[in-house]
Nanobody, 125 residues
């Protein structure tokens, strides 16, 4: 069993930055792919970005986060980060981290077995 705990959300003005953290329990964290998803009010949960477990390759969503958001994984600390820069009001959502035991970065939420409780990010205009 893996437990994921997100932190770092909050209220920020448009153009600002936040760094989300997701701390994981478990001995095989380094093998897992880790992803970030978000869910805005009234919308479905959507994929943001993921990093694979072995090669560290990064998969970005097709929306506008590439170039603004960066994912990183610290296996020594069992933590994955999401650095978010140049935030926009449309980035407002609850952000979730998720773990995929097979180590494959994927956009498919059904592939992720473990999920955190989410952290709220609110970007004001």
């Amino acid at each position: 069993q893996v437990q994921l705990v997100e932190s770092g959300g909050g209220l920020v003005q448009a153009g600002g930055s936040l760094r989300l953290s997701c701390a994981a329990s478990g001995r095989t964290f380094s093998n897992y792919a880790m992803g970030w998803f978000r869910q805005a009010p009234g919308k479905e949960r959507e994929f943001v970005v993921a990093v694979s477990g072995s090669t560290g390759s990064v998969l970005y969503s097709a929306n506008s986060v590439k170039g603004r958001f960066t994912i990183s994984k610290d296996n020594a600390k069992n933590t994955v980060y999401l650095q978010m820069n140049s935030l926009k009001p449309e980035d407002t959502a609850v952000y979730y981290c998720a773990a995929e035991p097979g180590g494959i970065a994927t956009m498919s939420s059904s592939r992720y077995r473990y999920w955190g409780q989410g952290t709220q990010v609110t970007v004001s205009s």
